[in-house]
């Protein structure tokens, strides 16, 4: 089953902040951020592992919550080249399976 | 490195005809996915393989078949194409080692079933 996020579009000024939602109905052993430009693949953002664990990617941030299988992406001081569709990715525990959201269309604006 | 290859870039069929896309890594990865993407919508996992001779059905896998008879190529077929197929296809490989490691995805097949 896919996970679910949140929004489905944003749209922001430049240097506004926004947060896009994931969540599953699976025990998750990871979850996965990847940005996609139109008319190009998915490029890799960062994994989570842990619960709680946080990693970021230049002012691109996000947790895990695993206890309510949930995970958070935040853009913190948005620029021009955020934009782009997010996707998350999740793999369930003892799986082998890695499936995505539906995606969050992010527009940032001069 | 060349990373994920695939071919054909675009590829038109008419309903009822066969077909194979083509990927390979140069990676030496042991997992590898098929996923395609309607417009609009999200990605979608086809088959996915995590090692030579060992594959695996995803969410959506009627209609395709999958081999891995190497580690580098992981070939998707279309037995007899439907409108319905109508996509962009992704490949992608990763090191499964850890189970955490990042997806690499290839540049991608657009496919029209007319």
């Known amino acids: 089953q896919q996970p679910v996020q949140s929004p489905q579009a944003v749209i922001l000024r430049e240097g506004e902040d926004a947060v896009i939602n994931c969540s599953s109905s699976?025990?998750?052993?990871?979850v996965h951020w990847y940005r996609q430009k139109h008319g190009e693949a998915p490029v890799f953002l960062m994994i989570l592992l842990k619960g709680g664990e946080q990693k970021g990617h230049e002012k691109i941030s996000a947790s895990f919550n695993e206890k309510k299988q949930q995970s958070s992406l935040y853009l913190t001081a948005s620029q021009l080249s955020y934009s782009g569709t997010y996707f998350c990715?999740?793999?369930?525990?003892?799986?082998?399976?890695?499936?995505f959201g539906g995606g969050t269309r992010l527009m940032v604006k001069p | 490195n060349a990373g994920v290859t695939q071919t054909p870039k675009f590829q038109v069929l008419k309903t009822g005809q066969s077909m194979t896309l083509q990927c390979a890594q140069d990676?030496?990865?042991?997992?590898m996915s098929w996923y395609r993407q309607d417009p609009g919508m999200g990605l979608r996992l086809i088959h996915y393989?995590?090692?030579?001779?060992?594959?695996d059905q995803g969410e959506v896998p009627n209609g395709y078949n999958v081999s891995r008879s190497t580690t580098e190529d992981f070939p998707l077929r279309l037995l007899s194409a439907a409108p319905s197929q109508t996509s962009v296809y992704f490949c992608?490989?990763?090191?499964?080692?850890?189970?955490?490691?990042?997806?690499?995805f290839g540049p991608g097949t657009r496919l029209l079933v007319l």
């Open positions: 393989s995590v090692g030579a001779g060992i594959t």
């Open positions: 990676m030496n990865h042991e997992y």
């Open positions: 992608a490989s990763s090191d499964r080692t850890g189970r955490g490691e990042t997806q690499y």
């Open positions: 699976k025990a998750l052993y990871s």
């Open positions: 990715g999740t793999l369930a525990r003892g799986g082998n399976m890695l499936t």
